[in-house]
């Protein structure tokens, strides 16, 4: 039986543990080539996606805040334009990027959510 003195450290730690864990995961990383090299714009898009997106997307793509990207981008935009254009402009509760990311990133982060992300 849990004791009532013990029980706020026990939180804390709890606590504390499911912040780190959460905090640790990082978005998928991008697959090797055939030259045994991931392409540098996926991972560009990568580093992207992790600071500027998953925050709400999720690290895998799966939703939180913002809708899941993973395995449905491409079905949503079946044009990439269309998906860079919500990037660059926002959407609904999405903030734009257009004056916070290159079109480089914009490109790079649009080809990792569809080619890796699914």
Same mark, same amino acid.
């Given at each position: 039986m849990w004791s009532p003195t013990l029980r706020p450290p026990v939180v804390a730690v709890m606590s504390v543990a499911l912040f780190i864990g959460a905090?640790? !995961?990082a978005p998928p990383e991008v697959p090797v080539?055939?030259?045994g090299e991931p392409d540098p714009v996926l991972v560009s898009g990568?580093? $992207?996606? @992790? @600071?500027?997106? !998953? !925050?709400?997307? +999720? !690290?895998a793509g799966d939703g939180g805040s913002g809708p899941r990207l993973a395995g449905?981008?491409?079905? $949503?935009?079946?044009?990439p334009g =269309?998906?860079?254009l919500v990037i660059r402009e +926002?959407?609904?509760?999405?903030?734009g990027f257009d004056s916070r990311l290159s =079109?480089?990133?914009?490109?790079? $982060?649009v080809r990792y959510t569809r080619e890796v992300l699914g």
């Open positions: 905090c640790a !995961s080539g055939p030259d990568r580093e $992207v996606y @992790a @600071a500027r997106c !998953s !925050s709400c997307h +999720g !690290s449905v981008v491409a079905d $949503v935009f079946p044009d =269309d998906q860079a +926002g959407r609904d509760n999405m903030p =079109d480089d990133q914009i490109d790079a $982060v």
